[in-house]
């Protein structure tokens, strides 16, 4: 089944340790990416990547870091999270080209920084 | 930078309406527009994609227009059924610059159905 999945669904964790989101695609798009969603601010792209070892920022890139080492996995990675961060992530992923750039969205993780 | 609008924020109908949800981005350099309906508390899922080049898209009772030059899209939505009552997400991927390839969303509008 051509699916995003993303990992964990929810994580509870404390000011300032390091975690990880893993985002994997198994449709070999070439374009991936990770958005956060918050009442009244709506879905927020962090960051995006066009293919292996390309990745850019999005609108509000800090406090994260992604790597693209592999076509398939996009990880999220907050390195000294904070309360701010407290939010509902959403991993997603495309191909390129007319047509064919359909985005298809993970389940999301919701994550509580205390 | 982009901004995407969406109107109305929020929308009851009853069942067997037809109804229109509005979309408009500020920057008319883009890519392709997607429409996306989310249920609460689960992902997105893409209802309909048109590239900047075509004018509109339809899926079964939906149909999306997009008139690029003046920044809008409407979704249409045929005959509503209890099962359409979601919130529906516009997106436009950017097409120029340093910017390329980067999409922004609108606020959504939560639309409901009632029997």
């Known amino acids: 089944e051509a699916q995003v999945t993303q990992n964990p669904r929810y994580l509870i964790t404390v000011t300032g340790k390091k975690l990880t989101v893993t985002c994997s695609q198994n449709?070999?798009?070439?374009?991936m990416s990770w958005y956060r969603q918050d009442p009244g601010l709506g879905l927020r792209q962090i960051y995006y990547?066009?293919?292996?070892?390309?990745?850019d920022k999005g609108d509000v890139p800090e406090g994260y870091k992604v790597s693209r080492k592999e076509k398939r996995n996009f990880p999220l990675i907050l390195e000294s999270p904070s309360p701010n961060q407290t939010s509902l992530y959403f991993c997603?992923?495309?191909?390129?080209?007319?047509?064919?750039?359909?985005?298809?969205f993970g389940p999301g993780t919701r994550l509580t920084v205390l | 930078k982009q901004e995407v609008t969406q109107i109305p924020a929020a929308l009851s109908v009853p069942e067997g309406e037809n109804l229109v949800l509005n979309c408009s981005f500020t920057d008319s350099a883009i890519y392709n527009l997607q429409w996306f309906r989310q249920d609460p508390g689960k992902g997105l899922t893409s209802l309909l994609l048109i590239q900047s080049s075509q004018r509109e898209q339809t899926s079964g009772r939906l149909n999306a227009s997009l008139d690029k030059s003046s920044g809008r899209s409407t979704l249409y939505i045929a005959a509503s059924q209890p099962g359409d009552s979601a919130t529906y997400l516009c997106?436009?991927?950017?097409?120029?610059?340093?910017?390329?390839?980067?999409?922004?969303f609108g606020q959504g509008t939560i639309l409901t159905v009632h029997p």
């Open positions: 990547s066009m293919n292996v070892e390309v990745t």
């Open positions: 997106a436009v991927k950017n097409a120029g610059g340093t910017s390329y390839g980067k999409l922004t």
């Open positions: 449709m070999n798009h070439e374009y």
């Open positions: 997603a992923s495309s191909s390129l080209g007319q047509g064919r750039d359909t985005q298809y």
